[in-house]
């Protein structure tokens, strides 16, 4: 019979979605730091593309918080946001948002000009559409490539995949006469519970 091999890494996003499906935020944060592995898991991935394409940007920053996404799709998500604010004539929002938020303090320090040219639109008195956006382009436009690119980064899974893999192993033990059908099971220890 030949050996499967498991990916450590594997075995990691099973514990965070472990951790992020009941409620273990702080391990969950811990656990993708310490391992440098990402869950980067949504409830559904059309959703929340749509979710980007249709600038519902509460829903948006509200998964982002659990993603590990790169610096520079986060700082393309929050300067799209900056943007329409700014649209909307939202400036101290848009200023807040600029000025406070860990994406556009990265694009502050390693992209200064994109940085100060958003600085710089913050203190205009009217919109201007073709100002905002590079080369004709428009707000549904920037939409779609954001979109576009952060479909790369998400993905969605089965709920509960741990506990499914442990009850699959605890069939399988069954089915092969090592586990006696209607004892309890010590998942823990790998021994049958003491009664």
Not at 25 to 48: H, I, P, R
Request: glycine residues 6%; charged residues 25%; aromatic residues 6%.
């Amino acid at each position: 019979m030949t050996e499967l091999e498991v990916d450590a890494q594997d075995v990691v996003r099973l514990m965070l979605q472990f951790c992020k499906e009941n409620g273990l935020k702080e391990s969950l944060k811990t656990l993708q730091q310490e391992s440098q592995v990402a869950l980067n898991t949504v409830e559904s991935v059309e959703g929340f593309l749509t979710d980007v394409q249709t600038g519902n940007w509460d829903a948006v920053l509200q998964a982002c918080q659990s993603l590990q996404l790169p610096m520079g799709k986060l700082m393309s998500v929050y300067e799209q946001i900056v943007l329409e604010l700014l649209e909307l004539r939202e400036i101290d929002v848009a200023r807040a948002m600029l000025r406070q938020t860990e994406a556009m303090l990265a694009m502050k320090q390693e992209q200064p000009e994109r940085y100060t040219r958003l600085e710089s639109l913050c203190s205009r008195p009217i919109w201007d559409a073709r100002e905002a956006y590079d080369s004709g382009s428009g707000k549904e436009t920037r939409r779609i490539e954001i979109a576009k690119s952060l479909s790369t980064e998400v993905t969605v899974v089965p709920p509960s995949r741990l506990l499914v893999l442990i009850g699959q192993a605890l069939k399988w033990q069954q089915h092969q006469g090592l586990l006696p059908p209607g004892t309890q099971f010590d998942v823990f220890r790998g021994t049958a519970a003491a009664k």
